[in-house]
């Protein structure tokens, strides 16, 4: 029967009865939960609040080595300048990487949110203990209070910050921009967890307050194969905890459907994806063209961001094209990579946005927006003509109609329908009215307002309207935009 396949689909897209109940939403929306579940929209800024050679290599000058990482950076500073010294240089880092100049030109390009990389060793010498940062563990005194005042400076450029603990104790993959090079022995270690499970509790308790805080993220490209799901769930319970309305961020370990499906029915849990075409044999044996096409089919949906993406392609495929054709396709893959993202994902951050000297091509936020390689999430300035009244009317009786002839006698509940239509319209209003804004999150948005329509009218085998009505609402408010 037509209402039983309805009601089939609508629990199996929802989790049916099984749903956890999500982090709950404000009628209206509050500024807290309009951050945190627009479509984010940003860039990382890696090299600020976590060292990599390429990104800021001054910091590496006492670094003699073929190490890149952190450690090996503040180690060798330490032995040549001493720890006061270190720290003072430290700290000029933090505080000038990023510039008036530098918030503004974000805030002229729209960007709503900043993927923050830190690691462990900012927060503090009680999160160190026998980790190799215990000896330098003084350069960082001053480094946890200055991330904190960076998020009190995005909020004021109405700027959404991901708190990305990019590097763990003992690393999660083996390579330098995990804080020591040679790493990858997190996930092995129960000493490593529990001290990773200390750090994320203190950050959920110490930005608890901060309503530009977007997210948590509790482990930075975790390497494929590894087995992550104890440390996730045990993160997952510490956090919800302290903060029951924070969002969650784990990583794919590149492996994106694995981590999908462990998502399912944890609403305000996101799996962060890297994606670079650059890297593989595959992606190398591949032309320009090849990759543009793949750019747009690119499978996501709105339980997952775009951790890191960039305009980068191997040399050997850029060498299958002339230069001229260079330059007019990159612009093609920066936009073919942008419009999917914002399509099909909660939101997504490119990587990366400066350089300490300077631009650095396709992996240069600046330089790609700059150049129009990467769009602006362009304001189109178009306002609503209707507070919704009369498009609920109209909706109302098409729907009654249809299901009048094809319910079969069956006595539906219609006022479900025309709850949900007004919600989707008021959410979706109010969202565009914060500088048209999106909803990123879209599925966990809508399982929270059914939801709440069950506690509110209880539940129904026919909830299923309520959730129609909630789709026809969004998108009856975006044809009414002029």
């Known amino acids: 029967m037509v209402l039983?396949?309805?009601?089939?689909?609508?629990?199996?897209?929802?989790?049916?009865?099984s749903i956890q109940n999500p982090p709950g939403l404000s009628t209206p929306a509050s500024r807290r939960e309009i951050f945190k579940y627009r479509l984010q929209v940003g860039t990382n800024i890696g090299g600020w609040f976590m060292l990599e050679k390429w990104l800021a290599p001054s910091l590496h000058t006492s670094n003699k080595s073929s190490d890149d990482s952190e450690f090996a950076a503040v180690s060798s500073s330490v032995k040549d300048i001493g720890l006061?010294?270190?720290r003072s240089k430290w700290d000029h880092h933090y505080?000038?990487?990023?510039?008036?100049?530098?918030?503004?030109?974000?805030?002229?390009?729209?960007?709503n949110a900043i993927r923050v990389p830190l690691g462990f060793y900012v927060l503090g010498s009680d999160f160190v203990k026998g980790t190799p940062f215990d000896k330098v563990s003084g350069v960082y005194e001053h480094a946890w209070k200055k991330y904190k005042g960076m998020i009190e400076l995005a909020r004021t450029n109405n700027i959404g910050v991901l708190i990305d603990l990019h590097a763990v104790p003992g690393g999660a993959n083996p390579d330098?921009?995990?804080?020591?090079?040679?790493g990858g022995k997190f996930f092995s270690s129960s000493s490593h967890v529990s001290l990773?499970?200390?750090?994320?509790?203190?950050?959920?308790?110490?930005?608890?307050?901060?309503?530009?805080?977007?997210?948590?993220?509790?482990?930075?490209?975790?390497?494929?194969?590894?087995?992550?799901?104890?440390?996730?769930?045990?993160?997952?319970k510490s956090i919800r905890e302290i903060d029951p309305t924070q969002i969650i961020v784990i990583s794919d370990a590149w492996d994106r459907g694995r981590y999908a499906e462990f998502v399912k029915e944890k609403p305000g849990v996101l799996v962060d994806t890297h994606i670079y075409k650059c890297f593989s044999d595959e992606d190398k044996s591949k032309t320009p063209y090849?990759?543009?096409?793949?750019?747009?089919?690119?499978?996501?949906?709105?339980?997952?961001?775009?951790g890191e993406f960039s305009c980068t392609l191997d040399t050997s495929t850029w060498n299958r094209v002339s230069n001229l054709d260079r330059v007019q396709l990159r612009a093609e893959y920066g936009k073919a990579q942008f419009n999917c993202f914002a399509q099909k994902s909660a939101?997504?951050?490119?990587?990366?946005?400066?350089?300490?000297?300077?631009?650095?091509?396709?992996?240069?936020?600046?330089?790609?927006?700059?150049s129009g390689c990467l769009p602006v999430y362009a304001r189109t300035h178009l306002k609503a003509t209707s507070n919704g009244e009369q498009e609920v009317r109209q909706a109302l009786q098409s729907h009654a109609a249809y299901w009048d002839q094809h319910a079969y006698g069956e006595k539906m509940e219609h006022s479900r329908y025309q709850d949900g239509f007004l919600i989707g319209w008021q959410d979706v209003a109010q969202f565009w009215a914060e500088d048209e804004s999106r909803i990123g999150q879209r599925a966990s948005w809508k399982n929270a307002r059914v939801q709440q329509h069950v506690l509110q009218k209880g539940n129904s085998r026919y909830l299923w309207e309520f959730a129609q009505g909630l789709d026809a609402g969004v998108q009856a408010f975006f044809q009414s935009l002029v």
Request: with cysteine; charged share 25%; net charge negative.
């Open 4 to 17: 039983d396949k309805l009601k089939a689909k609508f629990e199996k897209a929802t989790g049916g009865s």
């Open 176 to 182: 330098s921009h995990s804080g020591v090079s040679g």
């Open 347 to 370: 939101g997504f951050f490119f990587w990366t946005y400066k350089f300490e000297q300077g631009s650095s091509g396709e992996w240069d936020f600046r330089e790609m927006v700059n």
């Open 95 to 111: 505080d000038s990487f990023v510039n008036n100049e530098d918030w503004n030109w974000l805030v002229k390009k729209h960007v």
């Open 290 to 306: 090849q990759l543009v096409a793949a750019a747009e089919q690119e499978w996501l949906d709105t339980t997952m961001i775009v």
């Open 196 to 236: 990773a499970l200390e750090c994320v509790a203190y950050i959920a308790r110490e930005v608890k307050d901060y309503d530009n805080v977007i997210g948590i993220q509790i482990v930075n490209e975790a390497s494929y194969g590894v087995t992550a799901e104890k440390y996730y769930t045990q993160a997952i």
């Open 84 to 86: 006061d010294r270190t």
